[in-house]
């Protein structure tokens, strides 16, 4: 339960203040690990159950500040709460 209280959304509609959020039903909850030549980080994220595959990477670059240039090779691990 608490991964949804620190979960952050992947798409940007929905950090707007006042935001309508989809019900928890409707989200996947995901902890991403990105590594890469520097250890970048972890985060607890969430996207709707409706989202495509491109929106989602998308937004983990958003939500990481990851910079993507030619070349650069990352890895990203995906890991389901029911996973931990």
Do not use: N
């Not at 935001?19 to 990105?34: E, G, M, Q």
């Not at 409706?50 to 995906?78: K, N, P, T, Y």
């Amino acid at each position: 339960m608490r991964m949804r209280h620190r979960a952050v959304p992947l798409e940007k509609r929905y950090e707007a203040k006042g935001a309508t959020l989809p019900p928890l039903d409707k989200r996947r909850f995901i902890k991403v690990t990105v590594e890469g030549d520097d250890e970048i980080g972890e985060k607890e994220v969430w996207s709707t159950l409706e989202s495509s595959v491109g929106r989602a990477v998308d937004g983990i670059v958003r939500v990481m500040g990851l910079q993507v240039r030619d070349g650069q090779v990352f890895a990203c691990r995906l890991t389901h709460p029911g996973d931990i």
